[in-house]
């Protein structure tokens, strides 16, 4: 493969964790930033990157065009480490279509809905994990806004549950040394998970074309994309479970390390039981900020200049351009690495001037590379602690600050350990 022009530093033995044994990844490219600068190659496996830290390479980075060097390719790439590759075969409802104005307040009504739901189960006291509630409140809301009809609840809502656990794409950055058995066993337990969710919103198909339709608006467009297809349930359900997968899992996480980080500051805490919505939004922001483990990856297409303030490099198609987000989130100014929800105010951050670039530090990304579901995150994050934290006093049961899984490169963390809290109305 044609090589970066001029050549930059490569970090020899530097490997990322779905290639080779790496304990920490970030940490890993963390020590070839400190040895090499913040421009260096890394090559691993048989993939080619030129990782980014400097303040002009970041905005050169997000700078990137679609076209040029693309997202979803990187995107793509990862995900089929964990995911079978017909998921992502002629698709025809895609998951950044999902975050229309009037979609969303559908999906907010259904994350009442789910609250609900999971007051419900968790009853008047008791011990639950934090993670483990936020991501059954994931499935619930989810399915319900783009599952079809009976998706959401009974024994319907248990199976996708587990199959959507069992499928989880997430598992290409959250324990990709895990990827390796994954491919030994060709997929065979994500496969009858994927099967096991086209059998269920078959049936919500059924039930959908016999007039059961109420509150399915998305469900309803995914429906009518397959209307002229031979294969039209697998189509659905396919569209459905990337959909799901690409939607949720990180949200959930992000729910969790706002019940963590509330539940350690009191003083925050109190504010958002007294209700005051807008600090809740700014807590949920801080502490996604704070868990982002994510590689940001661009797949070159075509060949692309790329200037990171101190060389100009041609990188050529074939090649990944990448910055690490846990590295700039909490290195680019001091203090950084502390919670502090008063460093936002509304979406943006209160000082970026006190950036070298306000790029260098994200919760949702920059720009056109923005996650396009941050206004519903963000609302989302803040129904759901507000909500669950009026209605109950919760007590953490862990005894120090809960750590990401170490071999994590890639979305929000997932806590390493268990995060359980006892409740009481």
């Not at 090559?43 to 979803?72: I, M, N, Q, R």
């Not at 598992?171 to 895990?178: E, L, M, Q, S």
Request: hydrophobic residues 45%; negative net charge; charged residues 20%.
């Amino acid at each position: 493969m044609t090589g970066v022009v001029p050549t930059p530093p490569c970090a020899e033995g530097t490997g990322l964790p779905w290639d080779v044994p790496v304990d920490d990844g970030v940490a890993a490219i963390a020590a070839a930033r400190a040895r090499h600068g913040d421009t260096f190659a890394v090559h691993s496996g048989p993939d080619h990157y030129l990782f980014t830290f400097s303040p002009a390479g970041v905005e050169s980075f997000y700078a990137l065009t679609e076209e040029a060097a693309s997202k979803g390719v990187a995107d793509y790439l990862m995900l089929r480490r964990k995911l079978p590759d017909d998921i992502f075969a002629g698709r025809r409802t895609l998951p950044n279509t999902l975050f229309r104005r009037d979609d969303v307040a559908g999906y907010l009504a259904n994350l009442d809905h789910a609250l609900e739901q999971s007051i419900t189960e968790l009853g008047p006291a008791g011990s639950v994990d934090v993670f483990d509630l936020a991501r059954r409140l994931g499935h619930r809301m989810g399915l319900a806004s783009w599952a079809g009809p009976g998706s959401a609840d009974g024994a319907a809502f248990e199976r996708l549950a587990r199959a959507f656990d069992a499928l989880d794409g997430s598992d290409a950055f959250v324990h990709p040394d895990r990827m390796a058995a994954v491919a030994a066993t060709e997929k065979r337990a994500e496969r009858a998970a994927l099967d096991e969710v086209s059998e269920i919103v078959s049936t919500a198909v059924r039930r959908f074309d016999d007039g059961d339709d109420d509150s399915q608006g998305l469900f309803g467009r995914i429906v009518a994309a397959w209307d002229d297809a031979p294969d039209r349930l697998q189509g659905i359900a396919f569209d459905v479970a990337l959909i799901h997968i690409a939607s949720m899992s990180n949200l959930a996480a992000a729910v969790g390390w706002a019940f963590v980080d509330l539940l350690e500051h009191p003083a925050a805490l109190e504010r958002v039981c007294l209700g005051d919505n807008d600090f809740t939004q700014r807590c949920a922001l801080e502490s996604t900020r704070l868990a982002q483990r994510s590689i940001m990856t661009r797949t070159v297409l075509a060949t692309v200049d790329f200037d990171d303030g101190a060389v100009s490099y041609q990188v050529p198609p074939g090649w990944n351009i990448a910055t690490l987000l846990p590295l700039l989130n909490t290195s680019a100014a001091p203090g950084l690495e502390q919670w502090d929800p008063d460093r936002w105010t509304r979406h943006r951050l209160t000082e970026p001037n006190a950036l070298p670039s306000p790029m260098l530090v994200t919760a949702f990304g920059h720009g056109r590379h923005s996650c396009p579901a941050q206004p519903f995150s963000l609302a989302a994050m803040t129904a759901a602690t507000s909500r669950l934290l009026r209605e109950y006093r919760m007590t953490p049961r862990w005894t120090s600050h809960p750590l990401p899984v170490p071999a994590q490169i890639g979305g929000v963390a997932r806590a390493a350990g268990p995060c359980p809290v006892d409740y009481l109305r």
